[in-house]
């Protein structure tokens, strides 16, 4: 507890982490935004094109900015960590310190993966109800639920990248590389291989793990939603043992 007491105070001392925390809340802003511009879009239309108008779900839209911004979160907390090799001789068997850089980092992205997909729902649908055709909370909280979630991985899986690779610009180019790069190139590969990279993409998980569909968009959806929830687990505690393999083995 001394120990997850120390990593505490050290992200909450540090003035990165207000910053990067209020960029990843500022992301309800940002779908307000984009509500508000595709209500002015809706009562510019003709009639007969509100009837047929769309929109996308824009707590699922906005939800890479959280993302990444936990992610680089968790990859700062241990690249960079001033007195880590502090911390390292005080706590000799070190994966207590690695364990309470987690805890802090996915605690910190539980809350703010709450506030945002959640905040983002009901401030989304409180604008557009009436004009757009939107899903009530009853059909939308099993994905709600596990959006939410993908933020603490991405988190999670910033501590570990962070430990493994010990450079904070690599470990966010990775980050950066899951979210925008690789599920461009798998919607670009021939089939099947499209449709089985784009069904282990974080993107897709939520989706696949709620059995809802993702036909729409570059993601595949050949996952069940068990095999989907244990993809998801992975992203954040793959890195996370490699890890803490790696800091036995070598200089921190």
């Not at 824009?58 to 241990?78: K, M």
């Not at 004009?131 to 994905?143: K, L, Q």
């Not at 180019?173 to 099947?192: H, K, Q, R, S, T």
Request: glycine share 12%; aromatic share 6%; with cysteine.
């Amino acid at each position: 507890m001394s120990v997850l007491a120390a990593e505490w105070l050290k992200v909450r001392s540090v003035r990165s982490s207000h910053l990067i925390v209020g960029i990843g809340l500022g992301s309800v802003l940002l779908a307000a935004g984009l509500a508000w511009m595709a209500i002015g879009m809706y009562d510019d239309a003709s009639p007969s094109m509100r009837g047929s108008a769309r929109i996308a779900e824009l707590e699922e839209v906005v939800v890479i900015v959280p993302q990444l911004c936990l992610g680089i979160l968790g990859v700062l907390s241990w690249t960079s960590d001033r007195v880590l090799q502090t911390s390292l001789t005080i706590v000799p068997r070190r994966w207590p310190v690695l364990v309470s850089k987690a805890a802090v980092a996915g605690g910190l992205g539980l809350v703010v993966g709450a506030v945002t997909v959640f905040g983002t729902f009901f401030l989304s649908r409180g604008m557009l109800a009436g004009r757009y055709p939107v899903t009530g909370f009853a059909e939308s909280w099993p994905i709600l639920v596990p959006t939410s979630i993908s933020v603490a991985v991405f988190a999670l899986l910033g501590v570990g990248l962070g430990v493994i690779m010990r450079s904070a610009a690599g470990a966010v180019a990775v980050l950066v590389g899951l979210v925008y790069v690789i599920p461009m190139i798998g919607g670009n590969l021939p089939e099947p291989w499209s449709e089985r990279l784009g069904s282990v993409m974080i993107g897709a998980l939520p989706r696949e793990i709620a059995g809802a569909s993702l036909a729409s968009s570059v993601y595949g959806e050949l996952l069940s939603p068990v095999a989907a929830a244990l993809v998801l687990a992975a992203y954040a505690l793959l890195p996370l043992l490699a890890g803490a393999w790696l800091l036995r083995r070598r200089d921190a």
